[in-house]
């Protein structure tokens, strides 16, 4: 399968991915055909370019409408004709036009058990709550804000000396080795979603 990772900031989990798939994709089931992102000079950005992929940046501000922009990002996946894009990390809510190219066959990682803790401060959200336990969830993207199917979901305990960069590298961990899991499954055996359950064959 070919995939395209969307990144936002230091891309470890797509450094995950392109471990895993090492110089074996047949074994993996998938190769990283490219990576794109909604802002430059990330770290994100420089695994890729280490890793010999082709990149695309699309930045909101460069483009009139929030519309114009989903459209952009949407081509520019388009392109590289995936059959699975992965957000690892991309914080930006796509729309219409991408989902109507990508709903279905896009998956996201969040660190936090949805359906708690959604939106950009997961981790800090459960850490303020006094949520004793955590962790990550990689689900299928739909039009809402991490509210797609989930495919698999991986716990992480909060500690009371932790602090959201402690807490957040600590679900990392378990998030990578999910991501990792997950990708590989959906694209070596096939998947289809039936409400809100999705079914790995
Ligand atoms: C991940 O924990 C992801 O769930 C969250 O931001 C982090 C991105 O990490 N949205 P990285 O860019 O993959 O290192």
Not at 25 to 45: E, H, M, S, T, W
Not at 128 to 139: E, F, M, N, R
Not at 152 to 169: K, S
Not at 179 to 195: K, P, Q
Request: negative net charge.
């Amino acid at each position: 399968a070919r995939l395209v990772v969307l990144v936002s900031g230091s891309g470890t989990n797509l450094q995950a991915l392109l471990d895993a798939i090492g110089d074996d994709p047949a074994a993996y089931g998938a190769q990283v055909v490219a990576v794109g992102a909604d802002r430059d000079g990330i770290a994100g950005l420089e695994r890729a370019e280490r890793a010999g992929l082709p990149t695309f940046v699309c930045r909101v501000k460069d483009y009139g409408t929030r519309e114009e922009w989903d459209a952009a990002l949407a081509g520019a996946t388009a392109a590289y004709e995936p059959d699975l894009v992965v957000s690892a990390g991309f914080m930006k809510i796509v729309g219409k036009e991408f989902l109507a190219r990508f709903g279905g066959r896009c998956v996201n990682t969040h660190p936090a058990l949805l359906p708690s803790f959604p939106g950009a401060h997961g981790v800090r959200d459960a850490l303020a709550y006094g949520a004793k336990v955590t962790g990550c969830t990689v689900h299928f993207v739909d039009d809402g804000v991490d509210t797609g199917p989930i495919i698999a979901q991986g716990v992480v305990e909060i500690r009371d000396e932790d602090d959201e960069a402690a807490l957040h590298e600590r679900i990392k961990e378990v998030e990578r080795r999910l991501l990792v899991d997950v990708v590989g499954r959906l694209a070596r055996n096939g998947f289809h979603i039936e409400g809100r359950k999705v079914v790995i064959q």
